[in-house]
């Protein structure tokens, strides 16, 4: 196996991991449904949520977690020579879970993978960001809002909290940047009022809300 092959391989895998689109099959095997047809058509675990609830979303979200962190930790270091081959992971980690090859390239908004892989790079910048998300999540009721605040203050909180990794700060743009992307339908939905607020949840097969 030639040194390029070796790479490629890895960041294949971590994609293939990234890719397993949880939620759908949670949705599918427990309740034979398609999350792409409920609430947002979103495979996330926050459309699992509002659909099905807390039993199976936690689990999901946790899960989702894992995809992004377990690739960081386990398959990064097996290119010791490439300095950055644990965050070439978690990006195709990431890719993997929004474009999944599984479900036609559909996939979440990648935030909790996300906050896996950042778990793997910078733990503590990711400790401070979830505060964030929650304190935001509490007083406004909008998992959107949550996620695209904590998403534009992660890179400020990875140079304070972990001056001295290796990966630069321009990587930790991107991946705010490549999430608040993705959220842009919802932030659209939050300047019309019709974004859906957190801890409503629909049973499946009803109609999304406006």
């Known amino acids: 196996m030639t040194e390029t092959t070796r790479i490629l391989s890895w960041l294949l895998v971590s994609y293939l991991l990234g890719a397993v689109p949880t939620s759908y099959l949670v949705a599918r095997l427990f309740k034979g449904i398609d999350l792409r047809e409920q609430g947002s058509r979103n495979l996330g675990a926050t459309n699992l949520y509002r659909t099905l609830g807390w039993k199976f979303a936690v689990p999901v979200g946790l899960f989702d977690v894992a995809k992004g962190a377990l690739p960081v930790v386990l398959l990064g270091p097996r290119v010791p020579e490439i300095a950055l081959f644990?965050?070439?992971?978690?990006?195709?980690?990431?890719?993997?879970?929004?474009?999944?090859?599984?479900?036609?390239?559909?996939?979440?908004?990648?935030?909790?993978?996300?906050?896996?892989?950042?778990?793997g790079l910078?733990?503590?910048?990711?400790?401070?960001?979830?505060?964030?998300?929650?304190?935001?999540?509490?007083?406004?009721g909008y998992v959107s809002l949550g996620s695209v605040i904590a998403a534009a203050l992660f890179p400020v909180a990875a140079e304070l909290l972990h001056p001295a990794r290796p990966e630069p700060l321009w990587i930790d743009i991107g991946l705010a940047v490549f999430l608040i992307v993705k959220h842009r339908s919802n932030l659209q939905r939050l300047i019309q009022g019709t974004e859906n607020r957190f801890g409503r949840h629909r049973r499946a097969g009803a109609a999304p809300a406006p």
């Open 86 to 119: 644990p965050v070439y992971c978690g990006v195709a980690a990431i890719i993997g879970h929004v474009f999944s090859v599984f479900v036609g390239f559909k996939g979440g908004k990648g935030v909790a993978t996300a906050a896996g892989v950042v778990l």
């Open 122 to 140: 910078a733990p503590l910048a990711l400790l401070a960001v979830a505060v964030v998300w929650a304190v935001v999540v509490k007083l406004s």
